[in-house]
């Protein structure tokens, strides 16, 4: 293969709901440049983009596959990324990478929930999008329909290049109102008949063809100039009028295709490779620094990659994107985040599975390399003289949560390895050790995610393992003000132990002020304040720390002590377990003993004093709060406002976006675990949602009382 130049380079994203033909479309686009010779299908399991065994094993595209095609002396690097919305990873990393998004949508449904979430992610990428309606030959297909329902979804941005002269089985010709020219293709597709348009859809055609070159026009002062002069502009001054329209977002041009028959294939991509922006057309990406890197082939060299394949018989796989300069096979680079030297022994281009060794690849273009020493998806590669450094890609928030367990305690050490590899192909993939819930947690973006988590687990690394439910990271306080003391005193010949505590404890709330006097029935307690330490704690929330001791009870030495007590009753709270948080602590009187004094007799009396106190500042038990935004036809808005308030959700509000509705509701952890499943029963998987987290409440009375007897039982069980 050649080596191509920045300007001969187009880096593309397929993106689309799931079963709008992604997959199908990048075979038909590799057989039509001639890379394949074969077309596969889905069905037969022999496409290139879903090679891996859990693909084939569940039908559906699980990562997203670089593959690239010539066309026209232009280097089209193409990215099928995964539709389900439980792999959503592949398709934000793809958009990161690539300068343009293709938007695939299913000819028989229009644009749908999944549609409207690929376009959310281009918009708060700034990233171009052209829309590609395929299965013309659907039964179900109106193509009418479908634009009637996108302007109304994306607005009168979207402005067709093609239309179909009729749509359904029958499928077999197109209307170009670019070209102005009738595109129809024999049974196997393939290279289109290109002939005048008919008398009959003259009329239809230059409406459509009008309407584009006015679209076109809008985007430079001067063709729009000489469009009001002549009402028209050439095909080449359409073009770029277009393509600086696609990098301002100002036009969103709509296709047409069948790609099961390689209909309408080539035109798409003679369109990609001359009216598309070239890599260094587009906004500049920002390094970790701040500074704006341009994408320039006479710029230092460096790398950042994007995406690491474990392939059988390979090992691993690591793709870049050559984001200044240029690299060649046998380059020492520097990992700018690890420190470490790395030689590269060879370079690919790839379609797949498939590679092909290159001697050079150059800003801007996307390549491979197999069985690097020390690089991690999300690296950067920087030659002498370089420090650029690379974390642009912003992944969602998880949706899905289980705690997992290998069925064998032994292979322990051996799932959490093949967790961290995983976790190299799937940033999305999120592996916690919880020390507080004692759990190893997997987070997810969905049921079908952590299913195939799992499955990998079990068939590729034959390592069996279960799912439990995840326990909820609940939190203790208290809500009034309380005092306690303890002594704590051992003697068992030789030296004793002695320490005695008393204090008060109160809610703390940020900003309150320092206290002066407490009054408990007809005593009162003065205030006053030595020291203060004010801990952020690293679970959530405060402890604040006062000294108040007078007249020298408790010698300053015996204050550390004292705290760490605190500390470790904070890490285990007195209700159920689970961590304290924001609670004032002063500590205002005590005793000691001039020999049997010491800082282990202070941690006990500070733990002992500060649990009873605890237990009689009528503690609550808070529990975690999302911010919920689900996405769903407006059909199904009724079943899924009802779930939601089963779940114990308020609902903030609603609007519409596009087309659907957007609700959005606060509702607890505890009520968000299973659903994601419950969500895709509810609306046939035609619906989707983002969580945030929001904060802490407290739970109502009859949970916490479920929540407290159920720490008892586990309690009593361990004892």
């Not at 690929?118 to 193509?143: A, H, M, W, Y």
Request: hydrophobic share 35%.
């Amino acid at each position: 293969m050649k080596i191509y130049k920045t300007n001969e380079i187009k880096n593309i994203a397929l993106i689309g709901s799931a079963g709008s033909g992604k997959t199908t479309l990048a075979e038909a686009m590799l057989f039509e440049s001639g890379v394949i010779k074969r077309r596969g299908t889905v069905e037969a399991k022999n496409t290139v983009s879903d090679y891996f065994p859990v693909e084939q094993e569940y039908g559906y595209s699980v990562f997203s596959t670089v593959f690239n095609v010539e066309w026209n002396n232009k280097k089209l690097n193409i990215i099928d990324c995964p539709g389900s919305d439980d792999f959503v990873g592949g398709a934000i990393t793809a958009l990161n990478i690539t300068d343009q998004a293709v938007i695939v949508v299913n000819g028989q449904y229009g644009p749908e929930v999944g549609t409207q979430n690929c376009f959310r992610n281009t918009e708060k990428l700034g990233k171009p999008v052209i829309f590609l309606v395929n299965q013309l030959d659907s039964d179900k297909c109106d193509f009418d329909t479908i634009l009637s329902n996108m302007r109304e979804t994306y607005g009168n941005k979207c402005v067709p290049i093609q239309y179909p002269i009729a749509t359904g089985p029958g499928f077999n010709s197109l209307i170009d109102v670019l070209l102005m020219k009738k595109y129809s293709w024999k049974p196997e597709g393939g290279a289109p008949i290109i002939e005048d348009i008919p008398q009959e859809e003259m009329a239809k055609a230059e409406d459509m063809h009008k309407a584009l070159i006015e679209a076109a026009a809008e985007n430079d002062e001067a063709l729009m100039e000489k469009f009001f002069e002549e009402e028209n502009l050439t095909e080449d001054e359409m073009r770029e009028g277009i393509r600086k329209g696609l990098i301002t977002r100002s036009i969103y041009p709509i296709f047409c295709v069948c790609a099961g028959k390689s209909m309408g294939v080539r035109r798409l991509m003679e369109f990609l490779g001359n009216v598309v922006p070239f890599p260094n057309e587009m906004p500049k990406y920002k390094a970790a620094s701040g500074d704006e890197i341009t994408i320039d082939e006479a710029g230092p060299s460096s790398l950042f990659f994007f995406k690491t394949g474990v392939e059988p018989h390979i090992g691993e796989v690591s793709y870049f994107k050559v984001m200044s300069g240029n690299v060649k096979v046998g380059d020492d680079l520097t990992n700018a985040d690890r420190g470490s030297k790395e030689r590269v022994a060879n370079l690919y281009v790839c379609a797949g599975a498939n590679r092909q060794a290159v001697d050079q690849v150059n800003a801007g273009d996307i390549g491979c390399a197999v069985k690097l020493k020390d690089v991690k998806t999300g690296n950067t590669l920087n030659g002498k003289d370089c420090d650029y450094k690379f974390d642009f890609i912003k992944y969602p928030n998880s949706k899905y949560s289980r705690a997992i367990k290998a069925a064998s305690e032994s292979d322990t050490e051996k799932m959490m390895a093949a967790l961290t590899k995983m976790r190299q192909e799937d940033p999305t993939w999120v592996v916690e050790q919880s020390k507080e819930l004692r759990q190893t947690i997997v987070h997810g973006q969905g049921e079908f995610h952590l299913r195939t988590l799992k499955w990998r687990l079990e068939n590729n690394e034959k390592i069996q393992v279960n799912f439990i439910d995840a326990k909820i990271p609940y939190r203790e306080t208290i809500t009034k003000l309380s005092k306690a003391e303890y002594r704590h005193k051992k003697q068992s010949g030789g030296a004793g132990q002695f320490g005695e505590v008393h204090l008060i404890i109160e809610p703390y709330t940020e900003g309150m002020p320092d206290p002066t006097v407490y009054k408990f029935g007809n005593q009162e307690f003065k205030m006053n304040i030595k020291s203060k330490e004010e801990i952020d704690l690293e679970w959530g929330g405060k402890l604040v720390f006062i000294n108040s001791v007078v007249g020298g009870t408790i010698d300053t030495r015996f204050m550390p002590a004292i705290l760490k007590g605190v500390m470790e009753r904070m890490e285990q709270g007195p209700l159920t377990g689970s961590y304290a948080r924001d609670v004032r602590v002063i500590v205002y009187d005590g005793k000691m003993h001039p020999v049997d004094s010491n800082e282990l007799s202070f941690m006990l009396a500070g733990r002992h004093a500060f649990s009873d106190a605890f237990k009689a500042a009528n503690p609550k038990i808070l529990e975690p709060i999302y911010e919920l935004e689900v996405l769903v036809p407006a059909d199904f808005m009724g079943d899924v406002m009802s779930d939601l308030q089963g779940r114990r959700a308020i609902i903030m509000g609603m609007d519409a976006d596009g087309g659907y509705q957007k609700l959005q509701a606060r509702i607890p952890l505890k009520e968000l675990a299973s659903y994601s499943i419950s969500l895709s029963s509810l609306t046939g998987g035609r619906a989707s949602f983002n969580t945030k987290f929001s904060s802490y409440e407290l739970v109502p009375n009859d949970i916490q009382q479920e929540l407290i007897k159920q720490h008892e039982e586990e309690m009593s069980q361990e004892d």
